[in-house]
Structures are given as C-alpha cells and as structure tokens.
C-alpha cells in the first residue's frame, strides 16, 4: 500500500492544507496527516485542539483515506513507524522552498530511502498562511473562504473570546 505522511503544525489548519491533503489523497492510497506535539515555533491552540480541528475538517470531506494523528520527534522516524514511503509537504511560492529544501537534504541524509512529493499551492490559496489569518482575524478582517467554517469560529473564538 503507497502511504503518505504529511506533516505540519496546522495551527490552524486553512483550506491551503486542506488542498494538499486532499490532492495527496487522490495520489496515494492512504495519507496520514501530523499534526506536530512539540513544534519548535509558538503556536496558538494546544495540540489537541489542533487535532481535533483537522479531524473535524477531514471528517467534513468525501475522503476515506486521510488518517489524522499527533506525533513527537523526528519526522522521518515517525513516517518510517507508520509505513510511510513518502513524506508529502505543499509549496508556495519561492520562499518555502529553500526551508523544504534545507529539510529535504537533511531527511534524506538521515533516512535515505525516504522520498519527499512536495505539491504545488494552488493558485487561490498562495498567499494562506495560518499566520497571516490569524493576524486578520485578530485584527477583525473577513477571511472569506481561506478557512473551513469549523476553523474560522474555533479561530474567532480564540483570538476574540466571541462566537
Ligand atoms: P510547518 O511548521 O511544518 O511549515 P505548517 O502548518 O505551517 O507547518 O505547514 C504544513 C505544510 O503545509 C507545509 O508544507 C506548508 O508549506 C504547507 N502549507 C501551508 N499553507 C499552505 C497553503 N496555503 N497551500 C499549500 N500548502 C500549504
């Protein structure tokens, strides 16, 4: 079975991950997706919430082969312990490829017989970034169709204390 594991911190998950989640699913016959326990930047929702909002958001959609869990340590390792071939991240633009690729090198270098699918962002949601969304949000922006609607009252919730 060709089984995918897409990592991230998802905090929160946008319609941009959700993109490539779903596109990696129509590529491989399952895809597991990471949501990081103990990620190296400050994040806003504890690792449960952001688990349980990935689910809910995958839940909402016809896929029957995305798998939602947490994990700790290294990425490969963790791809390895599931029997993930394949580690599949999303691209945009030019300045996610130099951290991918810096990633990319050094995953390799520590577990050579995993493969990196990086997937280009789709043209509407290059410029979703969930820093960016929870800045408008902060700030009382609309945020339209860059967020699943569970997200986007989760997120309200979050930052304004209002439904
Ligand atoms: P990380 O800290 O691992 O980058 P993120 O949750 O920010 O965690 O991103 C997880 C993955 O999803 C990364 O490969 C990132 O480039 C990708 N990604 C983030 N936003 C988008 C988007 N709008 N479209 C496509 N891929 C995206």
Request: aromatic letters at 8%.
């Amino acid at each position: 079975m060709t089984v995918a594991f897409y990592p991230g911190a998802f905090d929160p998950i946008t319609n941009g991950h959700l993109d490539i989640a779903t596109r990696a699913a129509r590529l491989f016959e399952k895809v597991c997706v990471g949501v990081y326990d103990t990620p190296a930047k400050d994040l806003l929702f504890s690792t449960e919430e952001r688990l349980e909002l990935v689910r809910q958001v995958v839940a909402g959609t016809s896929n029957k082969n995305i798998d939602v869990v947490t994990y700790t340590g290294l990425t490969v390792d963790f791809a390895k312990k599931i029997g993930a071939q394949t580690i599949v991240r999303g691209l945009r633009v030019a300045t996610d490829f130099e951290r991918e690729f810096d990633m990319a090198m050094m995953n390799k270098k520590i577990a050579p017989d995993c493969e990196l699918v990086c997937l280009m962002a789709s043209q509407q949601y290059q410029f979703v970034s969930s820093s960016r969304l929870k800045e408008v949000v902060a700030l009382g922006g609309p945020i339209n169709d860059l967020l699943p609607e569970v997200v986007e009252i989760a997120l309200r919730k979050k930052l304004t204390g209002k439904d």
